[in-house]
């Protein structure tokens, strides 16, 4: 008997299986979770100040800052050292006064302390800001109350520390205006005495287009306390200097 041959049967390929496509999907926003997240966002300062009514700066916000400034860095009895009489501080601005009508309030006798003023490297009043630009609209509002005093621009925009020494060291000025780490620079060169200094007054209350006032400005507020300790303080105890809030 012949065998019949019979042709191999190919072996069925296995069907790929085809990845079954996964959706996700969201779950409805209720109003309570809208409102948590609304709870969650950071409120920035602007919206906080934006809100507020202005106040006017006053002593005791000064203290105030300069203990939190410093309470990781001194003891309890070396923060009571800081502490500033009230007989340290001017009248503060009400928010009513212009430059020109504070300066004349705070120093009614500025003309004969002018007059007697002929030492160089010094001035007789120091004004802080926060700004090269808030620097230049201060000296251009206190035309009236100036008068002939010799004016000079504190701060580091356009123009060079040596060059602000030699002017310092060339002629008198009687009155400053500029930011607080210019001045500090001014000092550390031995550009500028403190010993004559009369009268120390903050641009406290004006603020900028953020709506901050130069001590809500971290690197600011920093400078200035830093600037306080560069002789300010000790000066105020012995009251031959006094510190306004304008």
């Known amino acids: ?3 019949q041959e019979t042709a191999p049967v190919p072996a069925q390929s296995k069907k790929t299986k085809q990845p079954k496509e996964c959706f996700l999907i969201k779950p409805k926003e209720t109003k309570e979770d809208a409102t948590k997240t609304k709870r969650r966002r950071k409120k920035k300062i602007t919206d906080v100040l934006a809100k507020s009514e202005p106040k006017p700066g006053t002593p005791e916000d000064l203290q105030n800052l300069m203990k939190d400034y410093f309470s990781s860095s001194r003891s309890v009895i070396e923060l009571e050292e800081l502490n500033l009489p009230d007989s340290c501080f001017l009248k503060a601005n009400d928010l009513t006064h212009s430059l020109s009508s504070y300066l004349r309030e705070i120093c009614p006798k500025w003309v004969k302390l002018r007059k007697n003023h002929n030492e160089k490297k010094s001035v007789l009043m120091l004004i ?19 008068g002939d005093s010799k004016v000079m621009k504190l701060f580091a925009k356009h123009i060079k520390v040596q060059e602000q020494v030699k002017l310092l060291e060339k002629r008198v000025v009687h009155l400053g ?4 780490g210019r001045i ?11 010993n004559p200094l009369k009268f120390l007054v903050f641009d406290w209350n004006w603020r900028d287009q953020k709506l901050r006032r130069m001590m809500d400005i971290p690197e600011i507020r920093k400078e200035v306390f830093e600037l306080l300790e560069m002789g300010v303080l ?12 304008f």
């Open 1 to 3: 008997m012949i065998q």
């Open 128 to 146: 802080i800001c926060s700004s090269a630009v808030r620097a230049l609209e201060l000296i251009r509002s206190m035309t009236a109350f100036r």
């Open 177 to 180: 205006v500029g930011t607080p």
């Open 184 to 194: 500090k620079e001014l000092i550390k060169q031995g550009g500028l005495n403190l």
């Open 234 to 245: 000790s000066l105020c105890k012995s009251e031959s200097l006094k510190l306004g809030l």
